[in-house]
């Protein structure tokens, strides 16, 4: 039995005997045709194309490449010259811009948005900066009192004098301290106040007891850092008191004035020739000093004294009668440019008492005079910005009502504001800040060498705060620097010999 295998095409009647059968074979592509014997075939499995394929792939990684476009800002992808595209780029926070050249405004620019409290372009959380999510890390002012960095923070109540400072530092607390030991001052050393100059800087003038000691002057930055020292050893008596004329110091010493210049090199003026400050040399300001001689006589001296041969701008006798002897402790700047004086007038008859004050106009002439029978003499002297005094009036032990001595504010017509006793003071000083609050530094009269720093209330002279002074000493002295805080000089001897102790006290 025989079977026949048919293929599967199409007749060519035209076809001659004996050729092959043309067949179609579909998916090889249109109107192409394969002559084969006949067989059987399977689909093809190549696709068509749909355009110019710009496909291509890189030479060294074999990742697909796009050659020949251009990009789009608002796709999502950053290419050519973009800078930022999110695909939005609405110019919104943390976004891009409309034309994708630059980033919107993000935690990090250095620039404080709506939508941030704090940027300072670092943002790494430390004390006084910004947090990485651009808010404000631990900061004076807060309300939160942060170990290592403040000693109090009251928020917006801080305020210099009150008890927490705007620095947050608490009222009273020695902020910086220098000490010296070793100098070699005849039986130790004392200080004059510190005086400032216009750049804020602190002079301090150190010296002994002895005749031949040399003056140490020294220049500290408001840290404490010794910016200049020089060692001036004066002819005479060392020097007691010390003020700042010009950019030179000015140092009053028994009959003799020396202005002593930015090199160390000074200029002695001495004799009874000129009002010499034998008592006392006072600055007044700007307007120069006033010299004060243990006998009636004072003089002004303009801010360019003390020079060879120069003169007082004016002399003044006391004012009248004439039966009292007067002497002067001390001498501040007064009302518009007037110098006040404060000492004490005693009756040649009777020996009788009176604590004075009396204020020149700047032409030297009397404009007030207030005496004060209730107590015997004023011996410290202080005034505000605006000119009024507060004063500090010693009595002997024991006297009726004020066992030692009394502290009294007066007005701007040198009535009394306020008065205070002191029980048993030893050593007092006064200062007055920018805010016409008093400074009160005062030793304890008992004699363990206690000292106490305190700031009081203007108008009543109630105790705002009140610190001890562990370190103060021999002849300590205070005064008040341009930004209120409170610098403290002390001589002492220690050890090794004579010391030096400068602080500066928080207001």
């Not at 930055?221 to 008191?241: G, K, M, Y």
């Not at 009874?272 to 008592?279: L, P, V």
């Not at 040399?281 to 041969?309: I, W």
Request: glycine share 14%; with cysteine.
């Amino acid at each position: 039995m025989s079977s026949l295998l048919l293929s599967v095409g199409c007749f060519n009647p035209e076809a001659p005997v004996g050729e092959a059968l043309e067949t179609e074979t579909e998916g090889v592509g249109t109107g192409s045709t394969s002559s084969t014997n006949p067989t059987t075939q399977g689909p093809s499995t190549s696709s068509p194309t749909t355009g110019v394929d710009t496909t291509d792939t890189d030479e060294e990684t074999g990742d697909p490449t796009t050659e020949g476009s251009d990009p789009i800002c608002g796709d999502g992808m950053v290419e050519g010259d973009e800078v930022c595209d999110d695909g939005v780029n609405d110019g919104g926070y943390g976004g891009c811009s409309d034309d994708c050249s630059e980033f919107g405004p993000s935690c990090g620019d250095s620039e404080v948005t709506d939508e941030e409290t704090c940027d300072d372009g670092v943002n790494d959380g430390s004390y006084g900066g910004c947090t990485d999510e651009c808010a404000f890390a631990a900061f004076c002012g807060d309300g939160v009192v942060d170990d290592g960095d403040e000693l109090c923070d009251e928020g917006d109540e801080n305020e210099n004098g009150l008890g927490c400072n705007v620095d947050c530092t608490t009222s009273g607390t020695v902020v910086e301290e220098s000490t010296q030991t070793g100098l070699t001052f005849c039986d130790g050393a004392f200080a004059t106040p510190a005086q400032f100059t216009p750049a804020g800087n602190a002079l301090v003038a150190a010296t002994g007891y002895c005749g031949g000691d040399s003056q140490l002057l020294q220049e500290f930055s408001p840290s404490l850092e010794i910016l200049q020292t020089f060692d001036v050893l004066l002819p005479d008596t060392p020097a007691r008191n010390a003020t700042i004329v010009g950019d030179r110091w000015v140092l009053s010493a028994s009959n003799c004035n020396y202005a002593v210049e930015s090199d160390g090199t000074f200029t002695e003026a001495c004799g009874d020739q000129r009002i010499t400050g034998q008592a006392s040399l006072e600055s007044v300001g700007k307007l120069g000093y006033v010299g004060l001689d243990y006998g009636n006589l004072l003089g002004f001296f303009g801010p360019g004294s003390p020079a060879d041969d120069d003169a007082p701008v004016w002399t003044a006798e006391p004012p009248a009668p004439a039966f009292y002897v007067y002497t002067w402790y001390g001498v501040a700047a007064g009302p518009n440019d007037s110098v006040l004086v404060a000492g004490r007038r005693e009756r040649e008859d009777n020996g009788d008492l009176e604590a004075l004050m009396v204020q020149y106009t700047a032409a030297g002439n009397v404009a007030d005079t207030n005496t004060f029978g209730a107590v015997s003499q004023f011996t410290e002297i202080a005034t505000g910005p605006d000119g009024t005094p507060l004063v500090y009036s010693f009595l002997n032990f024991g006297e009726p009502g004020y066992p030692g001595g009394v502290l009294t504010q007066f007005n701007a017509a040198l009535g009394v504001s306020w008065s205070q006793p002191l029980t048993n003071p030893g050593q007092v000083q006064l200062a007055v800040d920018s805010t016409g609050a008093p400074i009160v530094l005062l030793e304890d009269g008992n004699g363990n060498g206690a000292y106490e720093l305190r700031k009081l209330d203007r108008t009543d002279g109630s105790t705002v705060w009140s610190v001890g002074l562990p370190n103060a000493d021999n002849d300590t002295q205070i005064a008040v620097g341009p930004d209120d805080y409170i610098w403290v000089t002390a001589g002492g001897y220690g050890p090794m010999g004579g010391q030096l102790w400068v602080g500066r006290v928080s207001p």
